[in-house]
């Protein structure tokens, strides 16, 4: 089936600090990968996407790459601030499902 | 222009009553999604709208929930009877044929008691 693993959270991190949010997945296609935020009281806002493999998707200081391989998406950040505090969402779509497959969320708190 | 919208932002029922979440997408998007965020898990879809008709219901949890979209503009997901177990964060998401990205809704807190 199509199911998406992320590290449970919440993370709690340093302001400066450095950032990573494993996602795996696993996929009956060739999938398109996403990463969603959720800041306090707002909506689901796209952060990046990577389309086939080895391709970095990147957005706001944030990269993930693609790896078919090892079947990750992990997301990173070199240097983290407090406005970077929420619910990050892993998330992968199959080409001809149009629906998304989302992880669970991991709730990263930046503190000063 | 407006992103999409949906109401109410939360709503506090108690099990047995009836609750009509309400969902406007983007103008023009002909796929709208609802999903939903049961406890703190994953997101979880629920159904699949091209235009009026519904593409895809898989994800609907039993005969309790009805999704509408009369007109293939705005889309209504009615709860009746709500239990328990409905409580979660209702999100609709709307992207255009072909489209790659969807984009989302802030949602609805659905609280059951």
């Known amino acids: 089936g199509n199911s998406v693993t992320q590290m449970e959270g919440p993370v709690t991190l340093s302001e400066e600090a450095f950032l990573t949010i494993n996602c795996t997945y696993t996929?009956?296609?060739?999938?398109?990968l996403f990463w969603y935020v959720q800041y306090p009281g707002e909506g689901l806002q796209l952060l990046l996407k990577?389309?086939?493999?080895?391709d970095k998707g990147s957005n706001k200081g944030f990269e993930a790459t693609y790896r078919k391989e090892t079947t990750s998406f992990h997301l990173e950040k070199g240097s983290v601030q407090v406005s970077d505090s929420a619910v990050y969402f892993c998330?992968?779509?199959?080409?001809?499902?149009?629906?998304?497959?989302f992880g669970s969320g991991t709730k990263l708190n930046v503190k000063p | 222009e407006a992103g999409v919208t949906q109401f109410p932002s939360h709503s506090v029922i108690e099990k047995g009553q009836t609750v009509t979440l309400r969902c406007d997408p983007i103008?023009?998007?002909?796929?709208l999604y609802w999903y939903r965020r049961v406890m703190g898990k994953e997101i979880k879809f629920l159904l699949h709208?091209?235009?009026?008709?519904?593409?895809?219901e898989s994800g609907m949890p039993n005969n309790r929930f009805l999704a509408e979209r009369t007109g293939g503009t705005y889309s209504t997901l009615k709860v009746q009877p709500a239990e328990l177990e409905d409580s979660g964060v209702y999100f609709c998401?709307?992207?255009?044929?072909?489209?790659?990205?969807?984009?989302f809704g802030q949602g609805t807190r659905l609280t059951v008691v």
């Open positions: 998401a709307s992207s255009q044929t072909g489209g790659i990205e969807a984009f």
């Open positions: 996929a009956t296609g060739y999938p398109s």
């Open positions: 990577a389309t086939k493999a080895d």
């Open positions: 998330a992968l779509r199959l080409y001809n499902f149009n629906k998304f497959y």
């Open positions: 103008s023009g998007h002909d796929n």
């Open positions: 709208f091209v235009k009026e008709s519904k593409q895809d």
